[in-house]
C-alpha cells in the first residue's frame, strides 16, 4: 500500500508544515513509512552544507525512509519572498516541469505515506508564468488542505476547494489548525467549514505550547484518509 498527498494551504503562514510533520508522525505510529518533498523553500539559511530550510528540516525529521537533505528540499533559496521572486533573484529557472522529476524521485521511493508540501497558497506563482498548483495536477496528486482558522478563513477555505475540484483533483480531507484561538464565534466557523467542505476533517488542532510533530499527531486522525 502506497499512498500520496499535496499538503495545501488557504494562505502562507498557516502551518502546512506543522500539519505535514504532524501528519507523517501519525501515520509513523500506525507502522507506515514515510517520505517527505517539499520541491521549493525560501526563507533559508545558509550552512556549510548548503542553503537548509527549517520546514523541509522538520519534514526530513519524520521520514522513516533514507532521504537526503537535497532530496527532500531540491531548491532551497535564502529570502523569504514569494518563491518566483527568490528565484528569479538567484537565477534558477522554476516551473512545474523543473520541480516534476525530483518529486517524482521520492514519490518513487514507494514509501507507504508520502506527502509533498507546496509553498504558500494555491496560486502560488512560478517563473515561467505557471504556478506551483500545475505540480499536483501533473502527478494527480489528491490534496490536503491546511487551513489556518481565523477571521475570513471560510472564504479562503472554499475558494481554495473551489479552485481544486477546478484543477481535477480530489480533496482528500482537510485540518482546522487554528492560529487565532481568539477567533470570534470559534466553534461556529468550525461547523460552517466542515458543512461546506466535501471531505472528512482529519482533526482540529489547538493553538500549542509545543508544537511538535508528536504533539500536532495527538491531534490527528489519518485513517479518515482513504489510504
Known amino acids: 500500500m502506497t499512498a500520496a498527498f499535496f499538503i495545501a494551504g488557504t494562505d502562507t503562514e498557516v502551518g502546512k508544515t506543522t500539519i505535514a510533520a504532524g501528519l507523517l508522525c501519525a501515520a509513523r505510529r500506525q507502522g507506515l513509512s514515510t517520505a517527505a518533498c517539499k520541491p521549493v523553500a525560501s526563507g533559508s539559511e545558509a550552512t556549510a552544507e548548503g542553503f537548509r530550510n527549517s520546514d523541509a528540516l522538520a519534514l526530513l525529521g519524520q521520514c522513516s525512509l533514507p532521504l537526503s537533505y537535497a532530496e527532500v528540499n531540491p531548491f532551497a533559496f535564502a529570502p523569504a519572498i514569494a518563491p518566483h521572486l527568490a528565484a528569479c533573484e538567484a537565477g534558477v529557472e522554476l516551473s512545474a516541469a523543473v520541480l516534476l522529476a525530483p518529486v517524482r524521485h521520492v514519490l518513487n521511493q514507494g514509501a507507504d505515506f508520502t506527502v509533498v508540501e507546496g509553498a504558500g497558497g494555491w496560486r502560488v506563482p512560478l517563473g515561467d508564468g505557471g504556478y506551483l498548483s500545475d505540480l499536483p495536477v501533473?502527478?494527480?496528486?489528491?490534496?490536503?488542505?491546511?487551513?489556518?482558522?481565523?477571521?475570513?478563513?471560510?472564504?479562503h477555505a472554499v475558494l481554495t476547494a473551489e479552485a481544486i475540484a477546478?484543477?481535477?483533483?480530489?480533496?482528500?480531507?482537510?485540518?482546522?489548525?487554528?492560529?487565532?484561538?481568539?477567533?470570534?464565534?470559534?466553534?461556529?466557523?468550525?461547523?460552517?467549514?466542515?458543512?461546506?467542505?466535501?471531505?472528512?476533517?482529519?482533526?482540529?488542532?489547538?493553538?500549542?505550547a509545543n508544537a511538535s510533530a508528536e504533539n500536532v499527531a495527538d491531534q490527528l486522525h489519518v485513517a479518515r484518509l482513504a489510504l
Not at 501533473?138 to 472564504?155: D, E, F, K, M, T
Not at 482528500?172 to 492560529?179: M, Q, S, T
Open 138 to 155: 501533473a502527478l494527480g496528486l489528491p490534496v490536503i488542505l491546511v487551513v489556518g482558522v481565523r477571521l475570513g478563513c471560510i472564504n
Open 166 to 208: 477546478r484543477d481535477g483533483l480530489r480533496l482528500a480531507g482537510w485540518v482546522a489548525n487554528i492560529v487565532d484561538p481568539a477567533t470570534s464565534r470559534l466553534n461556529d466557523n468550525l461547523a460552517t467549514l466542515t458543512a461546506l467542505l466535501a471531505a472528512p476533517c482529519l482533526g482540529q488542532v489547538p493553538r500549542l
